[in-house]
């Protein structure tokens, strides 16, 4: 039965899964148990050794060892961060090619060994793998999750709220559609304690900040080589709202049956995942721009050969 044991497992322990463990350790959650496994056991049982020798002075106590995909069958959740990195000379759709194949062996074992959980996918490109999650693991849609775009969300408000010298948490406004290049921001339903933003700012500054947020991950993989503390407070948000039952609205990734498509859109979710994807009135413009963001992940999905 579905959150009995508080127990996670995080398949990847490079950046990403390892920054999500220990955001986890660094808030109070209900989990109580973090399996980490990887390609690399060596890795994942290093990882596992750090992480513990934490414990004694992080804000919550979390058991966490490394193991196998054995360890799936009785976990609450399975959150997926493996994949492989993009070569030099290697087109995205070579990468993407490849990691959906990664995909197919990773849900193959996790659901050979009985898991019946909720799939939490946050590997690139993340709403084409969850997709593809949905269709290997055969779980119902609700319970195959993409960290879809609230680490986007998260950057506009943030941007916003700089703007505007208000708490980013007093900003709702959503990214929506593909984790990537074609996502939009739905500018007419943003607002702050009921204004809209699009009285606030003129559309220049708005044009400025949608653009700042869709290019910040490059700027970021430019300087450091990689993201991970960000994505890694987002996964945890969704975690609790799944484990707490908060019903938070979060823009997750979801198969939307009417695109026959996963992508980014404010969505309740709750214990037992997604309970619904919001039915929003987008303006015209929004429209069409969400469009081509589907139209793009529907080109990805349909390019793969199996």
């Known amino acids: 039965m579905l959150m009995d044991n508080n127990k996670i497992m995080i ?7 390892a920054s999500i463990a220990f955001a986890i350790m660094n808030q109070r959650t209900p989990i109580n148990e973090i399996i980490l496994t990887d390609i690399l056991a060596k890795d994942a049982e290093g990882e596992a050794m750090d992480l513990r020798d934490a414990l004694a002075t992080a804000p919550s106590y ?3 060892k490394n193991g196998t995909y054995k360890d799936a069958k009785d976990c609450d959740i399975v959150v997926i961060t493996a994949g492989a990195a993009q070569k030099p000379g290697e087109t995205r759709m070579e990468l993407l090619a490849k990691n959906v194949n990664i995909l197919k062996g990773m849900i193959e074992q996790i659901m050979a060994s009985g898991f019946d959980g909720i799939l939490l996918i946050v590997s690139n490109p ?29 950057r506009l408000r943030t941007r916003i709220a700089n703007y505007l010298n208000v ?13 990537g290049d074609t996502e939009l921001t739905l500018w007419s339903l943003a607002d702050i304690g009921g204004q809209k933003v699009t009285e606030l700012l003129d559309k220049k500054t708005r044009s400025d900040i949608s653009e700042f947020v869709r290019n ?4 970021i993989i430019e300087k450091k080589g990689y993201t991970c503390y960000g994505i890694a407070t987002c ?11 908060e019903m938070r609205v979060l823009p997750v990734s979801s198969f939307d049956f009417f695109s026959d498509t996963s992508f980014g859109f404010p969505s309740v979710v709750g214990r037992t995942g997604v309970i619904r994807r919001l039915d929003l009135k987008l303006s015209e413009h929004e429209g069409v721009e969400l469009q081509k963001s589907i139209n793009a992940l529907k080109k990805a999905i349909s390019s793969i050969k199996l």
Do not use: R
């Open 235 to 245: 996964v945890v948000q969704i975690l609790n709202s799944i484990f707490n039952d």
């Open 11 to 17: 398949v990847g322990t490079g950046n990403v899964g």
């Open 126 to 154: 993340m709403d084409v793998l969850t997709y593809y999650a949905m269709k290997f693991s055969g779980l119902p849609s609700e319970k195959v999750i993409g960290s879809g775009t609230v680490l986007d969300s998260a």
């Open 62 to 64: 979390v058991k966490i």
């Open 216 to 219: 910040e991950a490059y700027s």
């Open 167 to 179: 708490n980013p948490q007093s900003v709702h406004a959503y990214q929506i559609g593909e984790h």
